[in-house]
């Protein structure tokens, strides 16, 4: 459901929500996939920032329904408006991902690809942006409650409601984003590459 100050604008396909104020966001539960340290699991989303830099968070997972709990943003911006994209191991610890600038007013598909074996990936308009280092992959935390998703936001009380939750070693800010998103999808397995580009070129 949306909540906030959000209006229906011109999508990547057909119709987005935009979102322009700090305490609109997109909230849905029960995303169970999160269960177990051996889940595989993958995010697709379309993007479109309205301002160039001063972060906002695109994805948010928390165990709480105000954005608190277990909580990270598995796709995040920082404050000069590079992509960063994050998993939870068990620790609980974060791992991140730098990915590029994004353009402003222009859509660009954003993936991420997350497993057990084969670690995180980032994917930008189908192309490999950024991987984990290593042959290895990534250790996934264990939810034992279905998470909720939170999107263009941390927290239904904007920047300020949602704390303690966990970042990785590359600097982000989370909080309101400003833009639109389109056809976020979320997938209980291992996209390949070549669903990843499929998904980039509808």
């Known amino acids: 459901m949306a909540y906030g100050t959000n ?19 997109f909230q849905a539960q029960c995303f169970t996939m999160t269960k177990g340290s051996n889940s595989s699991y993958s995010f697709s989303i379309w993007v479109n920032p309205s301002i160039s830099g001063g972060g906002g968070s695109v994805i ?60 995180m990936r980032l994917y930008v308009n189908g192309q490999l942006s950024a991987l984990t280092s290593g042959a290895g992959g990534v250790n996934i935390f264990a939810y034992t409650n279905p998470a909720y998703i939170t999107l263009a936001n941390e927290s239904p009380l904007g920047p300020s409601g949602s704390v303690g939750c966990k970042n990785g070693s590359i600097p982000i800010v989370p909080g309101a984003f400003a833009g639109a998103l389109d056809e976020f999808r979320l997938y209980n397995r291992e996209l390949t590459s070549q669903e990843v580009c499929v998904l980039a070129n509808l």
């Open 60 to 119: 948010h997972l928390s165990t709480s329904q105000n954005g608190n709990g277990n909580c990270y943003d598995p796709l995040v911006f920082t404050v000069t408006g590079e992509l960063v994209a994050q998993t939870m191991q068990s620790g609980p610890s974060v791992y991140s991902l730098l990915g590029p600038v994004l353009p402003i007013n222009t859509w660009t598909h954003v993936a991420i690809v997350i497993s057990p074996a084969n670690g």
């Open 7 to 25: 209006t229906i604008s011109p999508g990547a396909f057909g119709y987005a929500l935009n979102f322009s104020s700090t305490t609109s966001y």
